[in-house]
């Protein structure tokens, strides 16, 4: 028996308006080859690089949302290697003084085998560098041409401890990752198109070695002495090939462990999406191979709490950590816990309303709109307000989370269009501009007409398809198509008689028995009211006039 020892070091491109080193348009993924360049991310003689303030203050940022030491005093290195898509010959770094050191993000155990269901994932380091240009291979054509519109942006590197024990749970935390990252507002960190990249490194350790250990939660930074050669994998560019790429791994590694050639040096792989495996590329380098040295055209910065305890610089380019402190948003895994807290939501429920940022904000927008539409309805007494409120807000909660995410959810889905975040005072207008036409207000006002039974659930979901087509509030459109339920004993009890008399054989099942052939003389009767009528309301007149 082996255990996987699992390691990531992850790329995050931060979309910042310029790049790491010039002032050049950072959006060159989407503009045409090698059309957003300068001398400096070019890398030609002469020219000096200036840092972007701005990324700086994102990675530490991130240091905050993931509990690491942020630096005091920081500096930017040389990692010296050649490779086409690299102009200088060398890549501006950081090397021995990252800015976070330290820092763990807790993720859900996939095999519950730890008893709070967490694990804590360990980070390293955090440093912030530039990035490489982008080569495009042409195999038909037996050529490859670079890109060099993404030279010198701004990339992140996480670098974790190797506390991973299965491909599952790197997978997980890649997506935790990117949510945060998202949360903040730093990068879109989408894999598919390069903005979260992956380097994960893996070796087996002979589960012998472990005697006394607890093989699910150790800490394998005791064992670095024990542990063996890695093997990085590269070319992971999403997070289904994480997982696969890893379990081919482990299944490669075990093979040669029990043929007894287990791994002497440190070798890097690349995954071949195609075939499903990994591909040997070369021995991996050492820190040493890179012939790091401090940059010298960058000076090194300092980063104190306030401007008092920052060393001598100019106060335009002062890193002010309690100023960054204030930008933290509040992280996806504190606000699922605060859903579930607040709103009564299960775990599942918490996890879809808090996987986009934006609909996030939106379900507390809807949820803080329903007490006030909830008393619009009806006159309540002032000292009987909050206790006739605790009587109903479970129940207009479940109503609320459920409608988001079963019918409002569809529709996006199907259309296509994405939740605009907007998270100041609400304003009418500015929603309709947006993508969503639903205001939080008139979702919130749809879900208290149901809750009244103003509308019934069939008629309901028409209004909201009105709605998402036109921004319209759903009374509007509830009288300009006459959907109101009709709930008055005297006009429902006028065609309950009508289905009565049509349907004699039923009528007489019902006498002997039969109950459920109720429902269908409901159905018939909402039939006969065009789906107005109170479904409630009918089963209780029935019940009187056939008894």
Known sequence: MYIPIIGL??????????????????????????????????????????????AIEWTILMGLALDGKIAHFSKFDRKNYFYPDLPKGYQISQFDAPLVDGGFLEILDPEQKLNEGLKKIRIHRIHLEEDAAKLLHFQNKKYSLI????????????????????????????????LIARYQGISDADMEKGHLRCDANISLMPIKELEGVNENNFDAG???NKLYPKTEIKNLNSFK??????????????????????????????????????VEQRTKEEAHDYRYFPEPDIPPFYIGENINNVDDQIESDKIILSKIRLKLRELPQQKRKRFI???????????????????????????????????????????????????????????????????????????????????STLNQALWKEQSLKISPENFAELLCLIYKNKINQTNAQKVLEEMFKTGNNPSDIIKEQKLEQVSDELELENLIKRVIKNNPKIIEEYKNGKENVLQFLIGQTMRESKGKANPQVLMGIFKKMIN
């Open 241 to 278: 090939a994480v997982e696969r790429a890893l379990e081919y791994e482990i299944k490669r590694q075990t093979k040669l462990w029990e043929q007894g050639n287990r791994p002497e040096q440190q070798t890097t792989r690349g995954w071949d999406e195609n075939k499903g495996i990994t």
């Open 222 to 224: 005791k064992f670095l």
């Open 9 to 54: 070091e992850i790329h995050i491109q931060l979309k910042t308006k310029s790049k790491m080193f010039c002032s050049c348009d950072n959006s060159g993924e989407s503009q045409p080859p090698n059309t957003t360049i300068c001398p400096v991310c070019m890398g030609f003689p002469g020219t000096l690089p200036v840092a972007n303030k701005q």
């Open 341 to 423: 807290k607040e709103y009564g939501v299960t775990a599942d429920e918490a996890k879809i309303l808090t996987e986009n940022r934006a609909l996030s904000y939106y379900t507390e927008q809807v949820i803080s709109e329903l007490r006030q539409w909830f008393f619009s309805f009806e006159k309540t007494k002032e000292e009987e307000i909050e206790k006739v409120w605790g009587e109903n807000k479970e129940k207009l909660h479940k109503l609320a989370i459920s409608w988001l995410i079963n019918r409002l959810a569809r529709h996006l889905s199907e259309a296509k269009i994405k939740i605009p975040v907007y998270i």
């Open 147 to 178: 890109d060099f519109n993404r030279s010198s942006t701004p990339l992140m590197e996480i670098v974790t401890e190797p506390d991973f024990r299965t491909s599952q749970e790197a997978k997980i935390f890649l997506q935790e990752l990117r």
